[in-house]
């Protein structure tokens, strides 16, 4: 049997070629949600999201994310979305929604943008409507949803599994 020892914040592994993957945020009633999602997207090595409404990232929940993630703040997610689109990325949502698909067996395009609902309310409809696919992580058990950070966190994690390597530059 192999010895195990603890290695206290083990060096990130680079990938190949940078990350796709742009997360976009409803506007957030927790400065806390928005600033676990911006320390998981460091962590990952994604580099830009998009906060909108009165978006604030509390430094000591988002870490080092505060300093490598690039954080674009807007009044609106919609135009955002029609311009991210217009760049040639596949807009997800992840939210339970008509047709939406098991994040089980949900397959990310490389330049994917993540969209993430505000904690209450999810998505609105005009931000739904510019949806291309949905995400739902399904639920076994009671409460019916996951926090909203934690919902990103998954998701995160899952696109990062599907594109270990890095983004379309690496496909």
């Given at each position: ?18 990350r ?68 040639g ?17 949900f ?16 998505l ?30 998954i ?16 496909a």
């Amino acid at each position: 049997m192999p010895r195990f020892e603890h290695i206290r914040h083990k060096p990130p592994r680079p990938t190949a070629t940078p990350r796709d993957l742009v997360v976009a945020c409803a506007a957030m009633r927790s400065h806390v949600n928005l600033s676990h999602i911006v320390r998981t997207c460091g962590c990952f090595g994604i580099r830009r999201v998009v906060a909108c409404g009165a978006a604030g990232i509390h430094g000591r929940i988002a870490r080092d994310g505060a300093d490598s993630v690039a954080v674009e703040v807007h009044r609106s997610l919609p135009p955002v979305l029609d311009r991210l689109r217009a760049e040639g990325f596949q807009v997800v949502g992840l939210e339970q929604a008509t047709h939406s698909e098991p994040l089980f067996d949900f397959r990310f395009a490389a330049r994917t943008v993540l969209v993430v609902g505000n904690e209450r309310t999810g998505l609105t409809d005009e931000e739904l409507a510019r949806l291309d696919r949905v995400a739902e992580i399904p639920m076994a058990g009671l409460p019916h949803s996951l926090n909203a950070a934690t919902s990103a966190a998954i998701a995160v994690y899952e696109y990062c599994r599907q594109w270990p390597d890095g983004g379309a530059a690496g496909a």
